[in-house]
């Protein structure tokens, strides 16, 4: 670097040491930005570090799962059966999905250390101390494994439970998990592990979730069918068992929030960028004179940029890491609640974010600095001025096609689009085709709204000065209705899915009491006057298209399923449901069946049962949220000729009206603990709360996206003022009161920002349409009818506007100030 | 195998978080502690005890460790050498009573290892008692069942034999018929084997003799096999003593028909405690102790031990006597003591030197030699 670029380095510099406010929007647009995209990307990182742990070790690790043909679990004794026929590389797993009494979310893995695959071949040299700590050795393992037992809880885990070290965690039906010993391991995640003895002790079993085990050969397999086939299903677990790829599309979401994030952060640095050129031109005409070279000022300006690439990567990468901890049990929650994936709760830092992050930053830094400094260093500040309008209609009628142009590729594309990433890039055409009718459709609605106001002065000039601050304000703008597009998107997404799982919870969860598998009679139940109504269901596990089918046996007359639980139905499915076929079962199915494996109405499937294969005439569909199995519903009756050894699970009783009291007294003559039944109520109010925690990570990144677009436009104002500040004390110099003068500068941020929510409606809507019938049906396999709640959004506008004031008032303040003093220095003062 | 690396790197973090709190350094850096750990609370192995046949053939729970051995040189149809050794290590986690089931307080350990002209090879499994997964017991059928897993040796009486023993390793498997008399060799004095002048000492009974047939697969190639074996049987509550660091034993068969047992505990001192057991082809038994038997090392030989730790591969060099003299004067034993099996190292958690050996001098023959501690 030559000393004449050192010199002109240093003028260049110099501007944001005397205007500190420009360099702290430059920086909180790059921090912010890099922040949100780098807190992300540990996020998405942490999790599937974790799925790549699952695919590998305990639980759903494993790439081999043996479930009980009939049962939902298996036994013990089978377990050792297989072991001793030489299955030894099989280990049996509990786990269990439990709430604390605190109402905390808890995972239990429970296994037999010694039962895990080891084949010894090189364990141990004798010299290695690691390896000498054999359960042959110390009372370690007698603690594990004999009462009272010890729950290892990783520290991230006990801190969110606030357990120490020896408490033990009650559960929310009463029982105690073994005392705690906080451990933490990569491996073991969010989880709490305890010895398969305690775990059968505790949940008073015999039997186990599965069994898994690592990859088997042919002939194991082979042989594991010729001996247990009859019994026991093998199964390469790569549907449910995939997490990188079902949870693709949260994680892709959650990319896109960064992103945008990233992008709102970049119309900041485009304007604070924008603005220090703008002032600094006179100083690169200065510099010109004194012989520096234009290349040494682009140099300079290249440097500069370089500086505020590395400041913006290294305190973005810093305030991710806060961020990310903080989010990142939010994500934990909704991992483990729709995906059944246990992922750690800490967020994990990788030194490659950090370059990314950098990257990022300098061609996002260069992006905002291109247009800004090829016109000023090609330009004089008077010409610049001069252009500006032109260039900008120029330029918006350019934008405008091209919106229309992109509106028109995300309608072509929306058939053919099949996968998430697709499904996004749908999305981001919607948001981008918004971002550029933006100007057309602020400056159509300003040029309209003159011609209906001709008679008052005040409101034509404030109207034409819409076109004079829209050009500072654009970016501030679109990153704005970016924001609102996709707050209004996913907020609209989360609120019909709240509305559709509550109504479909409400119905599944419509008895009263849930009383435990296997405690209580059908006999019992004969005479008693506070039941109105008693079913349970029996559940057999097959095999369909390379996923698990549960098929469900269901007395027709159950309130938790009837005909308004069906959708798209042949007609009078219910009634040829409830009689049944001849020849052929008729059931109802998941709708994941029709949007992963393409059944339609009509379709018959052909599936094993225990009178050999079936086939199976699917009726109709139902809504089965959360699911990421098939499923089919069979009349119980039928049922039970099919799967004559499936056992039933427990009874959902639906209780007389006001009979709830002497219902539970009811429960307690039958002789049932209270840990043996649950209330529906509370269990429906707990899944909504477990929804609310799930969606807390959106609602968490629309805030952060909204902050980020409200300095956007704060900054912009800003500019914009110190842009026109001589015209300003012009203005008041020519006696305009300081009303009108806000008047004048108000009203265009008033109608820009009406305008931007009037557009973010319909595309808000758009994109939340595509979210739910186009990424929710790819990722899930289910969709659900689009609900549009005003409170929300008017929330959110009623937010936006107290924002947008905010940033007005705060930037007015500073401007009646600057006016004022302007106005003294041009009386001489 | 991604998938097998993982797996065994949890328990090895497993193992170590299980029994971390607790091991004190000494014992981190030498698996062999758990065997000098004071047995209090246990029951204690004193002399004068009457051994009784065919119940002592089962664990004895009071006792903190217990196990059955079994080792034998064999000859194939091929004309060529082979050596089996197959063990079950019982052991009890503290002193309590055994509640049994899922909350059982015993452990057991097993491994198996096959020296064949091509190579050796060895697996090691744990299993926890009470759940049916590894034991010795009566079966249904009144008979002796020693097992873990599909690893069994089950007999058609409440004795061990005549029994079949079923086992394997990764890539080879063995079944065996085992015959042999119920003329148990009690050893040292009447079955109180004496370790130390400390105090330390075992219950210890053998059956030198066993006559073996059966058949080997190596990669699924059956060999036919046959010859000699020797199972000793042996619980204790505390076996070494603190200045003990392992122990070097040897059994033979000799040409003559008589079988030779000796083993030294090695002390830190040099002073090692030698003990062992003459029985001739007629079955009388000779108690050697010190003064009556001498075991020296000739030459030491120097293995490559590898070993995998968490998924990473490591060697080390150990420096192992595997060239023995044995003298017992009166029996006119004079014998070296040599093997063409050097790499007989099992890597296992509890590591130690167990292989086929061949007997010149005095005598000739073949037997098995144990070195641990090294």
Known sequence: MTRVTLVTLATTLAFYRQNPLQALFVLVGLVLGCGLYTAVAQINASAEASYAEADQILGI??????????????????YIRLRRAGFTHFYPVIEKRLVSADGALI?????DLLALPFTGGGVGSGDDSALENSPFGGDGWSRLTQPPYEAWVPSQTAARLAVTEGQQI??????RLPPTVIRSQAQQRDQIFIDLGAALSLFETERVSYLAAPPLTEAEQQRFFDQFGSRLMLSKQSEALDLSQLTQSLHTNLTALGLLSFVVGTFIVFNAVNFSLHARQQAFGVLQDLGAARRAIVVAIATESLIWAVTGAVLGTLLAQPLSAALMPAVAATMQNIYGASVSSLPMFNTGLFWEALLLAFAGLSLALVLPLLRATAMSPNESNARDETLFSRQDAALAVVGLALLLLAYVCYPKASSVLQGFALLSLILFAGVALLPITVLSVSALSRTVIRRHWLARWALADVSHQFPHLRLAMMALLLTLIANIGVTSLVGS?????????????????????????????VGQDWIRAAHRRAVAERSYADRTMTVVGIDVDAPDFGPDSIIEATPAAFARWSVG?????????NEQLKYLAGVEVGDTLELETELGLRPFEVLGFFHDYGNVNFSLYLPSERFKQLYASAEPQGWGIWVQDNQHAAAELGLSQLGLQPSQWVSQRDVLALSLTIFDRTFAITRALNALTLLVASIAIFSSLLAVYQFRRTEYALWRSLGMSWFGFFAVLGFPIVLMTAVVMALSLPLGFLLSWLLIHKINVISFGWTMPLVVATEPIVFLFVVVAMVVLAAFVLASMRQQVAVNDALKSLAGE | MMADTQLRRWLFLSLVIVCGATSRLAAAQDPYQLLRQSGDGFAQVEPGRTFLFPQDHYPHERFKIEWWYLTANLTGSDGRDYGIHWTLFRQAMNSAPNPGGWQSNQTWMAHAAISTPHGFEFSQRFARGGVGQAGVAVTQQNTFEAWMDDWLWLSDSLAPFPGVLTASTDTHRFKLKLEASDDWVLQGKNGFSQKSDLGQASYYYSQPSIDIAGTIWVDDAPVELAGKGWLDREWSSQPLADNQAGWDWVSLHLSDGSALMVYQLRHDSGEHYISGSWVSESGEVTVLEAGDVTMTPESTTQLTINSAVGGKQRSSIKEIPLDWRVRAPKLGINISVTTDRPHSWLATVFPYWEGPVRVQGSHQGVGYLELTGY
């Not at chain 1, 995972?107 to 296994?111: P, W, Y």
């Open chain 1, 497 to 525: 899915f709240r509305l559709a799982l509550t109504d479909w919870l409400e119905t599944r969860l419509s008895a009263d009491f849930y009383v435990t598998a296997g405690v209580m009679e059908t006999e019992s139940l």
């Open chain 1, 170 to 175: 009650r559960l929310r039906e009463g029982k």
């Open chain 1, 107 to 111: 995972s239990i893995i429970a296994t």
């Open chain 1, 581 to 589: 076929g001849v020849g052929v079962d008729r059931v109802f199915a």
């Open chain 1, 61 to 78: 690790s494993a790439q081999w799962r043996i479930t009980d043909r009939v049962s939902t679990e298996v036994a013990i004794s089978d």
